[in-house]
């Protein structure tokens, strides 16, 4: 069971606009900040989003992160077969003393 | 550019202790300015942080593990170490080198090695 909750598939046809949700705690999401990684099948995962809702050099801005009270939210739009991944949520929880991490989202695109 | 290897025996028998090493190129793991770190993913299922390690050998680890784990650094050959003792089967898992953002032990990931699958079986 892990620490953050995300869920565990979505799907949307090419073009349209996915979400993906992280939910978590006062001592995780609510007060540290939150990335998300996108795994594609076979290989490791990469870092598309930091502190919420910057996105490294290189990660187009179809992609974006999004943060309110103790809840997280990845937004793809202009979906792709090429997004088809596992996409993680991950922070810090400073009651366990941990780096946590959500149990991945499959994204589908039909 | 920044790369990590890992590198480990790819196989390891019950109760004995897994050694895995990363290798660092384009980077250091004597700079001060950043954390370096060990997640590990089981097959089908989810990321579980091991631990960071800082290059003054200074290391967090994740709860679940404590006890069973110890990170190392070797700054002379850029390269850092994992040795998880006891090992089960629930250890059976791709192990990702990775480096954190800053020099904070709770930074995001933002370099991954390619991982290495560490099978426990006899």
């Known amino acids: 069971q892990s620490v953050l909750t995300q869920p565990p598939s979505v799907s949307a046809a090419p073009g349209q606009k996915v979400t993906i949700s992280c939910s978590g705690s006062t001592s995780n999401i609510g007060n540290n900040y939150v990335s998300w990684y996108q795994q594609l099948p076979g290989t490791a995962p990469k870092l598309l989003i930091y502190d919420n809702d910057e996105r490294p050099s290189g990660i187009p801005d179809r992609f974006s992160g999004s943060k309110s009270g103790t809840s997280a939210t990845l937004g793809i739009t202009g979906l792709q077969t090429g997004d088809e991944a596992n996409y993680y949520c991950?922070?810090?929880?400073?009651?366990?003393?941990?780096?946590?991490f959500g149990g991945g989202t499959t994204l589908t695109v039909l | 550019q920044l790369q990590l290897q890992e590198s480990g025996p790819g196989l390891v028998k019950p109760s004995e202790t897994l050694s895995l090493t990363c290798i660092v190129s384009g980077g250091s793991t004597s700079s001060s300015n950043y954390y370096w770190g060990w997640i590990r993913q089981p097959p089908g299922k989810g990321l579980e942080w091991i631990g960071s390690?800082?290059?003054?050998?200074?290391?967090y680890y994740n709860p679940s593990l404590r006890g069973r784990v110890t990170i190392s650094v070797d700054t002379s050959n850029n390269q850092f170490s994992l040795k998880l003792s006891s090992v089960t089967a629930a250890d059976t898992a791709v192990y990702y080198c990775a480096r954190l953002a800053d020099s904070t032990w709770f930074a995001y990931f933002q370099y991954w090695g390619q991982g290495t699958l560490i099978a426990v079986s006899s």
């Open positions: 991950g922070t810090r929880d400073s009651r366990l003393s941990a780096v946590v």
């Open positions: 390690i800082y290059y003054s050998g200074s290391t």
